[in-house]
């Protein structure tokens, strides 16, 4: 829980145009390709997140660039709040489909994309659902 506080209070930084998240158990392997993700997504200011899809979730919640937003904080929050289903999510939010990732390189996992709508994958009730 406590590092899902961090992520949510990276999003409150709205005086910055992007900020970035990286879990203290990730390393950066590539950093050209960082510093491409984070050229591409100031290029695109209608991007709101980038993030990688996971192996065995929709998103990798350890690693992303977002626009702060003091709305999504919000939802965020309500989300907190309301609670998580096994079958629904957060909010009742229903099936998971992977077409909010087709943009994404290397889109979903093929181990993850035939479990497109269950909420049991690794993080769900935690960030990486939230996300």
């Keep these: 829980v406590f590092v899902q506080i961090f992520k949510l209070a990276a999003l409150t930084l709205h005086d910055y145009d992007m900020v970035t998240h ?6 950066v392997v590539q950093p050209a390709k960082l510093a491409e ?19 065995k979730a929709p998103i990798n919640a350890g690693h992303w ?3 702060p937003d003091l709305e999504l904080v919000k939802i965020w929050l ?20 992977p077409k909010m990732h087709e943009h994404l390189e290397g889109g979903w996992s093929n181990e993850y994309r035939n479990k497109t709508s269950s909420w049991e994958f690794v993080g769900a009730n935690r960030d990486q659902g939230l996300m």
Aim: overall charge negative.
């Design 22 to 27: 990286v879990d203290v158990d990730q390393y």
């Design 37 to 55: 993700d984070l050229s591409y997504f100031h290029s695109n200011p209608k991007l709101t997140l980038l993030a990688h899809g996971g192996a």
């Design 65 to 67: 660039v977002a626009k």
């Design 78 to 97: 309500e989300d907190l709040l309301v609670g998580y289903s096994r079958s629904q999510g957060y909010q009742n939010a229903g099936v998971i489909t």
